[in-house]
């Protein structure tokens, strides 16, 4: 059984840290990338943070040069070190496994983990 787990996350002060981890637990066919998500009330999710297996890496916006994200391949886990944390920070973060192979195409989910940044 394919399962994401994820862990971290919790309450800091703008400007503080927090780092989420993304662990993948079973058998798929090829990832091809493992990033974070973040959904607020009434929005829809939104890509913060990805890392492809053929070592590219996205940021959105509004997070480049505060948030990195990295990877350890042979243990199919994602990391995302958070910094210079802000208000607008706040939110559910999402770790998605992207499998791709030309057997199949599927997103695997964590269950989320909630940051919350306060002023």
């Known amino acids: 059984q394919v399962e994401v787990v994820e862990s971290g996350g919790g309450s800091v002060k703008s400007g503080g840290s927090l780092t989420l981890s993304c662990r993948l637990s079973?058998?798929?066919?090829?990832?091809?990338?493992m990033g974070w998500f973040r959904q607020v009330p009434g929005k829809q999710r939104e890509l913060v943070a990805d890392a492809t297996s053929g070592g590219s890496f996205y940021y959105a916006d509004s997070v480049k040069g505060r948030f990195t994200i990295s990877r350890a391949s042979n243990e199919n886990t994602a990391t995302l070190q958070m910094n210079n944390l802000k208000p607008e920070d706040t939110g559910v973060y999402y770790c998605?496994?992207?499998?791709?192979?030309?057997?199949?195409?599927?997103?695997?989910w964590g269950q989320g983990t909630q940051v919350a940044v306060s002023s």
């Open positions: 998605r496994v992207a499998e791709r192979s030309w057997i199949r195409s599927h997103d695997h």
């Open positions: 079973g058998r798929i066919w090829s990832i091809d990338a």
